[in-house]
């Protein structure tokens, strides 16, 4: 048994990369994933949401990949010639110019040597071009899942150990539930009995000294009787309460069997609680509701 809940988290340097992967996850009714990767690597999701969904049966997953290449190794620059190549026809031109103006007083040769540095090209808009360097995707799959299973086996056992929690804690409100609908058990037919004799002590009361047919009179009280039995009501919760334990040792995703038996029992014991006569039954079902709602609470969190 797993909880819904779960962190895991691995980060190092592999395959040139600097490499850090979260996956964290809370309760929900159903299966649901999102991942957040820088946009250059947006490629992975698919295969991310791929080894996730194959582990994963139930919860609102969130996993974070952030990725930097080590030295800039995703990065080329390099220079932008026909940017470079006008400008430094532009220069010319224009020191040509100049030198016509002066008649000749400025030598184009030492206008160029003083003025056209390296540290002028670096000043210049768009000399220089940075691109992204194309990297082959399986050698990037390759550096980021070895990452990606370490934080998902980090999820996985921090989700099986509050697992783990979560199934003792209901085994343990299913025992209680257990002993109360046993002690229903023994005083149901009590309860049956109690009324049936008071009904007839009514009813003898009420017709005084006429005369009554016994048998029809037992006859009519069978029926009263009849309908504040809770038998069936209480071997279907124990047929429950058993199908829940079968499920606790469950190594499948059990949340909703668990989830629909919950309401199973509760609508026993609702109806047990509607038929009782009985103040010691009537205070038993208002504990045993509270024991299927903290069962219910616990479950919410089972994946």
Known sequence: MKSMTGYGRASAQNGGYDITVEIRAVNHRFYECS???????????????????SRIARGKVEISLTMQAVGGKSLEVQVNHAAVSAYFRALLEENRRLAEELDGGVSEHAFLKQDLSLSTLLRLPDAFQIQQVTEDAEVVWASVEPLLHDALTQFLSMRAVEGERLKADVAFHLDALDQMTNRVEELAPETVQLYYDKLYRKIGELLADRTVEESRLVTEAAVVAEK????????????????????LESDVPVGRKMDFLVQEMNREVNTTGSKAQSLEITKLVVDMKSEIEKIREQIQNIE
């Open 35 to 53: 991942v957040k990767l820088p946009r250059v690597y947006s490629y992975l999701e698919e295969k991310i949401k791929e080894q996730l969904q």
């Open 228 to 247: 504040i039995a809770v038998d069936e009501e209480l071997v279907r919760l124990h047929s429950h309460i058993a199908q829940f334990r079968t499920l």
